[in-house]
């Protein structure tokens, strides 16, 4: 089974009304919230980043591996990278 590392930047601010990111900002993904990030945006992108981890390809990211996800407040918008070394 696959184990890929998957890299998350943020690449739109839409609202940040807790000013919780940066444009450019980026972490990488494991099982706990990286320090820096916020929590609630880490609970709504942890299943996509999930399924990127231990799958090939899922059905909805895009040519180049990637899936743009809005944080649940639907402030921020974050880019999930699937990292293959």
Do not use: H
């Not at 690449?11 to 706990?32: H, M, W």
């Amino acid at each position: 089974m696959p184990d890929y590392k998957v890299r998350c930047e943020v690449v739109e601010i839409l609202r940040n009304a807790f000013d919780c990111s940066k444009v450019g900002q980026a972490f990488i993904l494991g099982p706990r919230t990286p320090e820096g990030m916020c929590a609630r945006a880490f609970a709504g992108l942890y299943p996509t980043a999930l399924a990127m981890r231990f799958s090939e390809r899922i059905a909805w990211e895009n040519e180049q591996g990637q899936v743009d996800v809005t944080c649940p407040e639907r402030d921020v918008v974050y880019r999930l990278t699937r990292v293959r070394e």
